[in-house]
């Protein structure tokens, strides 16, 4: 296939994490497959005369102490690239949703977008999964501190309590009706009754692990265990959960066959779902990861499978008025 030019919306590359980041991975795939990549941070983006544009820096990466090389910058409109991963790290804040507004201005007969910036924008990694009420664990969204104490009453005396807008298990609490502090941690987590939060039932197959499925287009590509730590209720690898090989199995299947026509229609072209026991807990979807703890668990190479769907998809685009 002919070369693809790739933009990479994304943080700042002296912070990606070699053996860890997803972006990585396809950056180093991309590259040896020949493909002219480029990098730049939202702020990077502007509208000129309602033509999105971007002033980017040519790529090039390896895994080494040095691992990345930016070149000089050149500003263009963002329809001379074939291909741009929006691939920004939580938090979606007001500077991530105005920047898919920009994304969204690019024509997707032209230029293909992942994830499609209507759908980032859709789908918040908390609430997106009450789509699917029978996937998911029973579940309240609300910023009410005595509707919140009747819905543990209601589940037994024990759930989870996360923030709407948060990351990486960050504000994550696991709460008990009969902790002297509970009304002071419903406090907090709300700020005292004006912000929403999400409550769940407490699944007690956490113990054994939180399973970050990574699926493409639809269909599970690969999954891997994140074990809490003994002292810890989250499985988050930057809290301390270990990784454990987890094999997609049936039920990943499943959900994915289940969940996939939506996905689909959202332009949510590649996901994380995480799962405990057998119901999905949150839909990834800004900057998943968890690709290579796959690959080097696995053996297996799935930066190449999402590489082959960009490539396919690329394939089917109108470049004939794209910039040169």
Same mark, same amino acid.
């Given at each position: 296939?002919?070369?693809?030019?790739?933009?990479?919306?994304?943080?700042?590359?002296?912070?990606?994490?070699?053996?860890?980041?997803?972006?990585?991975?396809?950056?180093?795939? /991309?590259?040896?497959?020949?493909?002219? =990549?480029?990098?730049? #941070?939202?702020?990077?983006? +502007?509208?000129? *005369?309602?033509?999105?544009?971007?002033?980017? %820096?040519?790529?090039?990466?390896?895994?080494?102490?040095?691992?990345?090389?930016?070149? #000089?910058?050149?500003?263009?409109?963002?329809?001379? +690239? &074939?291909?741009?991963?929006?691939?920004?790290?939580?938090?979606?804040?007001?500077?991530? +949703?105005?920047?898919?507004?920009?994304?969204?201005?690019?024509?997707?007969?032209?230029?293909?977008?992942?994830?499609?910036?209507?759908?980032? *924008?859709?789908?918040?990694?908390?609430?997106?999964?009450?789509?699917?009420?029978?996937?998911?664990? #029973?579940?309240?969204?609300?910023?009410?501190?005595?509707?919140? %104490?009747?819905?543990?009453?209601?589940?037994?005396?024990? !759930?989870?309590?996360?923030?709407?807008?948060?990351?990486? /298990?960050?504000?994550?609490?696991?709460?008990?009706?009969?902790?002297?502090? $509970?009304?002071?941690?419903? #406090?907090? @987590?709300? %700020?005292?009754?004006?912000? !929403?939060?999400?409550? =769940?039932?407490?699944?007690?197959?956490?113990? =054994?692990?939180?399973?970050?499925?990574?699926? $493409?287009?639809?269909?599970? $590509?690969?999954?891997?265990?994140?074990?809490?730590?003994?002292?810890?209720?989250? /499985?988050?690898?930057?809290?301390?959960? %270990?990784?454990?090989? @987890?094999?997609?199995?049936?039920?990943?299947?499943?959900?994915?066959?289940? !969940?996939?026509?939506?996905?689909?229609?959202?332009?949510?072209?590649?996901?994380? $779902? &995480?799962?405990?026991?057998?119901?999905?807990?949150?839909?990834?979807?800004?900057?998943?990861?968890?690709? =290579?703890?796959?690959?080097?668990?696995?053996?297996?190479?799935?930066?190449?499978?999402?590489?082959?769907?960009?490539?396919?998809?690329?394939?089917?685009?109108?470049?004939?008025?794209?910039?040169?």
């Amino acid at each position: 296939m002919a070369a693809l030019r790739i933009l990479y919306v994304m943080d700042p590359m002296s912070r990606t994490l070699v053996d860890k980041d997803t972006t990585f991975a396809f950056q180093l795939e /991309g590259q040896r497959r020949g493909h002219t =990549q480029y990098h730049c #941070e939202p702020e990077d983006l +502007f509208v000129d *005369r309602t033509v999105p544009h971007g002033t980017a %820096r040519r790529l090039t990466v390896q895994r080494a102490d040095v691992h990345f090389h930016l070149h #000089e910058a050149c500003t263009v409109p963002l329809a001379f +690239f &074939d291909i741009v991963f929006m691939r920004k790290d939580p938090p979606f804040d007001m500077r991530y +949703f105005f920047a898919t507004h920009l994304l969204g201005l690019l024509d997707p007969t032209e230029t293909l977008v992942v994830n499609s910036p209507r759908g980032l *924008r859709d789908a918040n990694e908390k609430l997106y999964a009450l789509n699917f009420p029978d996937l998911i664990p #029973e579940s309240l969204v609300t910023q009410e501190i005595p509707r919140l %104490r009747a819905f543990l009453d209601t589940l037994g005396g024990e !759930m989870i309590v996360k923030p709407l807008d948060g990351c990486g /298990g960050a504000g994550v609490l696991h709460v008990h009706r009969d902790d002297r502090n $509970l009304n002071a941690l419903l #406090e907090m @987590s709300t %700020r005292n009754g004006t912000e !929403m939060v999400m409550a =769940q039932r407490y699944l007690p197959e956490a113990r =054994q692990g939180d399973k970050r499925l990574i699926v $493409l287009d639809g269909e599970p $590509l690969g999954g891997v265990l994140r074990v809490p730590r003994e002292d810890e209720h989250r /499985g988050n690898i930057h809290v301390g959960g %270990r990784v454990v090989r @987890s094999p997609v199995d049936e039920r990943d299947r499943e959900i994915c066959h289940r !969940m996939a026509p939506r996905l689909r229609s959202d332009g949510l072209w590649f996901v994380g $779902l &995480d799962i405990i026991g057998d119901l999905v807990t949150e839909v990834n979807v800004t900057s998943p990861t968890g690709v =290579q703890e796959i690959d080097r668990l696995d053996g297996v190479c799935l930066e190449a499978r999402v590489l082959d769907f960009v490539e396919a998809q690329a394939s089917h685009l109108d470049r004939t008025r794209a910039p040169h």
